[in-house]
Nanobody
């Protein structure tokens, strides 16, 4: 059974930082591309960042470029999202996701999400 478990969310002031983690189990971690998504109240889920299987390629939404960094530790089966200079508009539930084929858009496995709240 595949599980993705996010942690590290919380309440932070604007300009602050948080680091999210997502621990995976039940899959061969290094065979999967990984992504972070978020969903704010009343809005659709949106892409935040992605990382390739071996970590050599990353991609970011324009809204987070230069502020967020995605990384992975294949030895720990964990993907991270370092978030700096947070803004109130970053407030959302953040989800990690995994897909075997890194050339398709659809992700197969999803975590339960972790809340990030940025106060102004």
């Amino acid at each position: 059974q595949v599980q993705l478990v996010e942690s590290g969310g919380g309440l932070v002031q604007a300009g602050g930082s948080l680091k999210l983690s997502c621990a995976a189990s039940g899959l061969t971690f290094y065979n999967y591309a990984l992504g972070w998504f978020r969903q704010a109240p009343g809005k659709e889920r949106e892409f935040v960042a992605s990382i390739s299987r071996n970590g050599d390629r990353t991609d970011y939404a324009d809204s987070v470029k230069g502020r967020f960094t995605i990384s992975r530790d294949n030895a720990k089966n964990t993907v991270y999202l370092q978030m700096n200079n947070l803004k109130p508009e970053d407030t959302a539930v953040y989800y990690c996701a995994a897909k075997y084929n890194e050339y398709v858009r659809r992700y197969t496995y999803w975590g339960q999400g972790t809340q990030v709240t940025v106060s102004s």
